[in-house]
């Protein structure tokens, strides 16, 4: 069983990469074997929409995406990692969201499978954090990551949403969430 875990936030120590360490740690335990990607450390530019994934599906710019792209194609399970940003995900995270275009490209235009009809065959998780308390605070970002998961054949299949972290490592101070993110990638990998 193998998992891709996404880290989406610019900060390496911050809430939601201690999240998803603390799901990559439950996933291995659980005898997954687990890649992990650092957004901020790759070379990724943001799609460019000239659409020279028409051809095969795969994104024509050559940089640290096309690595991504077969880790994406391979894995069973994904889990990503996301601060909110102005009521979104990260701007590293939708730069990855964006570039996989080229899977909707293939879907859709290439194998023209109907929208909505694809069958959702691998399961994703979906780790988040927010400073504030609002109802609506993941509202926007649940949007999009629900279609990007459907785009790579995956089932939102759990999220991990807490409201109130605010800096660096506040997660720390709540254990319970640490333990839920343990839990879903122990699940995860099972
Ligand atoms: C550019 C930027 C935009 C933000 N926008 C929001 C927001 O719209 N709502 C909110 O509750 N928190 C917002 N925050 C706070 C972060 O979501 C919060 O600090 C979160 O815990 C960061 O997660 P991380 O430590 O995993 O990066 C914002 C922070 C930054 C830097």
């Known amino acids: 069983m193998s998992i891709l875990a996404v880290y989406g936030s610019p900060r390496r ?11 990559v740690e439950g996933a291995r335990e659980a005898g997954a074997e687990v890649d992990e990607i650092v957004l901020r450390d790759l070379r990724m530019a ?9 051809e095969t599906g795969r994104c024509v710019i050559q940089d640290d995406f096309q690595q991504v792209y077969d880790q994406l ?11 909110i940003f102005f009521y979104a995900v990260s701007a590293h995270t ?6 996989c275009q080229s899977f909707w490209v293939k879907k859709h235009w290439i194998e023209k499978v109907p929208f909505g009809r694809g069958e959702l065959n691998r399961k994703g998780l979906f780790i988040s954090a927010g400073a504030t ?14 279609y990007f ?10 999220t991990l949403l807490y409201r109130g ?26």
């Open 149 to 158: 998961f459907e785009v790579l054949d995956m089932e939102l299949w759990r």
């Open 73 to 83: 194609v391979a894995c069973r399970g994904l889990m990503l990692a996301s601060p």
């Open 13 to 23: 120590r911050g809430n939601t990469s201690l999240l998803l360490k603390k799901a």
């Open 165 to 190: 972290l605010d800096h660096e490592g506040d997660v720390l101070e709540h254990s319970e969430y640490l333990e839920e993110a343990y839990q879903a990638g122990r699940e995860l990998a099972q």
């Open 133 to 146: 308390g609002g109802k609506r605070l993941f509202d926007g970002a649940l949007l999009s990551i629900r």
């Open 46 to 54: 943001p799609c460019l929409e000239i659409y020279g994934c028409k």
């Open 94 to 99: 939708k730069i990855l969201m964006d570039r």
